[in-house]
């Protein structure tokens, strides 16, 4: 996602200039006309602990085994896919120095977690692009222990598709610790038969339609990943969905993983982790004790598309069982606002699309599909279209209802930066979710009721993460205001 510049997209945005603020203090959310709410744990600040751990990013092109046996061309950092894993303990500082050595302008983008808006990595809104040949810095202090990732946020429709992403860890050490703890970066990619990624970045079908799904699924940048694991062995999970618009629902088998964190934070109760769907962005973390009578090899796959799951790793459980760790399932404080599914919205959002085809005569339709040229199509948020986008407001500590109305055929996952939300409604039906998100999956002609605590204050963009979606236009922003009353 970035600020357009080609003659297909709309004018030229006001570059906004933000300085960099301190991450939030302790208040008391309300909710404006009501009694005070819950505040989220997750607000609390987080006392640094001094050590920096500094990277560096080098973004160009290489080639990787996707299949083994294929060399495919990629985008990468540090030449693999994913990109080195940065795992830290909460309170450290991350320093990553980003060197651009791919052919056009990119940037990185800190998913899910709350850094100083200076350091959200949108081109245009918060940094300028880093241009070829150019280093950006970026350092900042993750407010919330959990799984995050990182992903470049310029045309991300062609850069992350790619390659270029790569998973956060940041460790909180109050929490168990997992003799073995994994994360699995999924993805899909779209292949041609000699191997090569289809070029076509910026597909007609794949932007009208649900985005660019590939038919090659991949755990950390590889087809065949095996997790090995003995009887017994207790093991925490860490799944990312980092495709362009594959929604993924994991599917165990006959292993029976409970979920303890959503989109990084944890989850306020446990509960299996089946027919959980996972859009892109979206991370679950689960608790899995092996059985100590299991053996061989356990499939993992995705049963989002049909009965039968498709294969994207195994555990191979093998040997003699060894000691369960005993410790609570991990849980966290979550709060509850299911109460204010009846309160009227403060936003709402419109999904919807323009279509030069559709807005044509009948008689330019006949012209266009003679010519094969169907006009300009993008997608809106109430009507318009990014960077002419409507800004929505909030102020911090004052708890927003927004409700986002999907008014068109097709799938949108939408992903809020900066702050995180809990989804209390789909179609006006309650959803009693016991856990925090910054992504939620509207499915087609769907509602959704999402509350928001407006914790971190600057201009942060609000998107579908169905990259080429954004990259036509569905991004619109979210302005959260400082709270002067309160100083």
Request: proline content about 8%; charged content about 20%; some cysteine.
């Amino acid at each position: 996602m970035h600020i357009p510049t080609t003659p297909k997209r709309a004018a030229t945005a006001v570059v906004a200039l933000a300085a960099i603020l301190a991450m939030v203090a302790v208040f008391t959310i309300v909710r404006s006309g009501d009694s005070a709410l819950a505040a989220p744990s997750y607000i609390e600040p987080v006392t640094p602990t001094g050590e920096v751990h500094e990277y560096r990013l080098v973004a160009a092109p290489t080639s990787g085994a996707l299949v083994e046996g294929t060399e495919t061309d990629l985008w990468t950092y540090n030449g693999s896919t994913p990109g080195p894993e940065i795992r830290i303990t909460h309170g450290d500082t991350i320093r990553v120095i980003l060197e651009n050595n791919l052919p056009e302008a990119t940037s990185i983008h800190w998913h899910g977690i709350r850094v100083p808006h200076a350091m959200d990595g949108v081109p245009g809104l918060t940094q300028p692009p880093v241009e070829p040949g150019e280093t950006f810095v970026y350092e900042f202090t993750p407010p919330d222990a959990g799984t995050f990732w990182y992903h470049s946020h310029q045309r991300g429709n062609e850069q992350i598709a790619r390659g270029l992403y790569g998973a956060i860890v940041v460790e909180d050490p109050a929490e168990p610790d997992y003799p073995v703890d994994a994360v699995w970066l999924v993805d899909d990619w779209l292949v041609d038969d000699s191997g090569q990624l289809d070029p076509d970045f910026d597909s007609y079908e794949d932007l009208h339609h649900s985005g660019r799904w590939g038919e090659l699924l991949t755990v950390n940048g590889t087809t065949g990943t095996t997790l090995e694991a003995a009887p017994g062995q207790r093991i925490r999970l860490r799944i990312v969905n980092t495709a362009n618009a594959r929604v993924i629902r994991p599917d165990f088998g006959s292993l029976d993983p409970v979920v303890i964190a959503m989109d990084g934070l944890p989850v306020g109760e446990n509960f299996p982790a089946v027919d959980i769907d996972l859009a892109p962005g979206n991370r679950m973390d689960v608790d899995l004790t092996i059985p100590t009578d299991a053996q061989g090899d356990f499939v993992v796959g995705d049963r989002y598309t049909g009965s039968e799951p498709i294969e994207f790793a195994r555990i191979s459980v093998a040997g003699d069982s060894v000691d369960t760790p005993e410790f609570p399932t991990p849980v966290g404080d979550v709060a509850d606002w299911s109460g204010l599914i009846d309160d009227q919205p403060d936003h709402t959002v419109t999904i919807s699309f323009f279509s030069e085809f559709a807005e044509a005569t009948s008689e330019e339709q006949d012209e266009m599909l003679a010519g094969e040229q169907f006009g300009e199509f993008l997608w809106t948020l109430n009507g318009r279209v990014w960077p002419d986008a409507e800004t929505l407001t909030a102020t911090e500590g004052e708890l927003q209802k927004i409700r986002i109305v999907n008014e068109s055929g097709q799938m949108h996952p939408m992903h809020l930066h900066g702050q995180f939300f809990q989804l209390i409604s789909r179609n006006d039906e309650p959803v009693n979710e016991r856990h925090y998100r910054d992504t939620v999956l509207l499915t087609a002609f769907q509602t959704v009721e999402i509350v928001v605590a407006p914790s971190d204050v600057g201009n942060w963009l609000m998107h579908c993460h169905i990259q080429i979606h954004a990259e036509y236009g569905m991004a619109m922003l979210y302005q959260v205001e400082p709270d002067t009353a309160a100083s």
